[in-house]
């Protein structure tokens, strides 16, 4: 009953964040997301000023759905993946998940008043922020183990979308849900419009962005590939199935474990991808290698002004957030990949924008 | 280069094998599988005879469908899944997966001669089938690893694509894909017809099921949850990047695996299960545990003329394939769980039957 219960408010809570973030783009978007006909291209990416990016994309979508090029990707085989921190919304200062496990980690330590003491939870609390930032990977991968794991799939979900409907960023004092890219739902919608399957293929935790994904991006929770930990099938008090989350991983969806989740999830090669940094660099590789029109895009954040600018642009340094370097800049223009820039590609961000 | 040729030789036989079995079932079924619109009950699911198993299937969907009913399941929440060795087609005497293996360890033993002095290969390539049926399952994926690992993807499913075409059932002389049971294709077009997602989830291989999944029931690679081995991102000798099949066991997808692999690639509680065997109990189990109208079906096999019986029914006993024991059937009762007779419940069960 306890578990009927909170599965019951989790919809709830989940139906009124869908209707909030869909309705709130729906208002500032004029309508891109949902299952709009084919528009006339010209009207496809309203967001996105004339340049080699907006090209590249309507080229794309083009020769694959035109069934008299040579190019043409037959209906059911359209696949395009696409990282959502930091290509879908904004990963800065840090990821969405990584700040809600933050706050796991205050609730959880009334329970457990030990851990005040250990690090590298006493750093996570102290809220010194550069302190924080100076967290090894393997210290948050500590933090994320402690708060996301032991509970039911469904008492996570519950809790995660009572989180995102009260939680807001510093900056924007909106809600996360709110901080996604207008131009990549405009992309999103595009590609649905013509025929392909929109995945989400994140580092982030695959249970954390199905929870919102449907709401705020269009996106069902089975095409949705991230990070996975096990699960262990076991019934609670009142003799109820549940799926309790194990700290145990058994897909680290990064970097090699992005084009390996991919096969493993999707089993189909994706002729499109979208990416931001180092950690999509093989997805982005491995969609381009397919036969046939392949299409491999990297976002460039370069806007200080309107969100951030950090990787091969001036700006914050990268600390935890996947890394945009130099190096892979170089690779994406000898591949011939495309790179958006924020900056001049996009004429405005977010949908709250002016 | 090698890779590129392989892979569109793979496409290409995969393709012919499509139409052959696509036509096959086209023109035996009566066209029963792919887009038709719903069609009227009385058509839907004409191998069945009338009883309480054809009767507890169209109730769910007539449920689950009506806009006015209490029950009804919005189209994109709705999700079925079904186990395959079975359920959808025949397993005995072997699993076909396992007959592959078989037949690639010969072929293995050309360039490893050794493996034929090793047990349990020598047992495997003595050809004695009452030595083999005595085999463990621990010895079996001894021989499922030396044989269907250590290759690209690609060239794996070039592979069981060949193999497939030319292999024939001892009994039937027939490809081992016709052996699939008419009624339950007309369960599976029926279910699509009214909305549902169908989706494969069983303890075999994910890849293997995968080839012929669309061809053989329409069900796309990205709808075949299955047990499945890791791969690693590496590179060819052209510097193609590939996928490499590791001998490293992900997913278990039987028993608590079941439910544990829908959570992890589905992501949704399936609202219907089909299985047959111990191995799927879970996931019944788990299906009707949700809140609505639930459907758990099992398949029993008790007609050893037209195909086999084993299991509660007499007939063979069981050996490598799942059980479907006494207490099942006893737990299936219980839990108010339909149970289908292939004998009394199925007019025909195979599209060549006369």
Redesign the interface.
């Known amino acids: 009953m306890r578990m ?1 219960s909170a ?1 019951a408010r989790g919809r709830r809570t989940l139906a009124i964040l869908a209707s909030i973030v869909v309705l709130g783009l729906a208002l500032t978007t004029g309508g891109a997301i949902g299952q709009a006909p084919p528009q006339p291209v010209a009207d496809a990416l309203p967001s996105w000023n004339e340049g080699s990016a907006k090209r590249a994309i309507i080229d794309f979508i083009r020769t694959t759905t035109d069934p008299a090029s040579p190019g043409f990707v037959p209906p ?1 085989d359209r696949v395009a993946t696409f990282d959502q921190d930091g290509t879908l919304w904004t990963e800065h200062p840090l990821y969405t998940q990584v700040l809600y496990a933050f706050a796991r980690l205050h609730l959880l330590t009334e329970a457990k008043p030990e851990l005040r003491q250990r690090e590298p939870f006493r750093t996570v609390l102290s809220g010194d922020r550069d302190a924080i930032a100076k967290l090894s990977l393997h210290d948050l991968e500590k933090v994320l183990a402690v708060t996301l794991t032991g509970m039911s ?1 469904e008492t996570f979900r519950t809790e995660v979308a009572e989180w995102l409907a009260h939680a807001r960023d510093p900056r924007w004092k909106r809600p996360y849900t709110e901080l996604t890219y207008v131009p990549m739902q405009e992309v999103l919608a595009y590609f649905r419009a013509n025929g392909f ?1 929109t995945y989400i293929v994140t580092g982030g935790g ?2 954390f962005v ?1 929870v919102y994904a449907q709401a705020v991006y269009g996106i ?3 095409q ?1 590939v991230g990070t ?1 930990g ?4 076991t019934y609670d008090a009142n003799g ?2 549940v ?1 309790i989350k194990e700290p145990k991983l ?2 680290n969806d990064d970097q ?2 992005k ?2 989740g991919i ?6 090669r994706p002729q499109a991808s979208f990416g931001n940094s180092t950690g999509d660099r ?1 997805m982005l ?2 969609a381009r ?1 397919g ?1 046939g029109p392949r299409l491999a895009v990297l976002v460039l954040h370069d806007d200080a002004s309107r969100e951030y600018a950090y990787g091969p642009a001036e700006g914050l340094p990268d600390t935890h957030v996947g890394t945009f370097t130099a190096q892979l800049h170089d690779e994406a223009i000898r591949q011939g990949w495309t790179v958006i820039s924020m900056k001049t590609d996009w004429k405005r961000i977010f949908a709250f924008d002016p």
Do not use: C
């Open positions: 009927t599965g059911q799939t399957r695959q249970d199905r069902p929770p089975e949705v996975a096990a699960t262990s099938y109820k199935p799926l058994l897909l090699a474990g084009p390996e096969h493993f999830m999707i089993g189909r093989q590789e491995y290698a036969d």
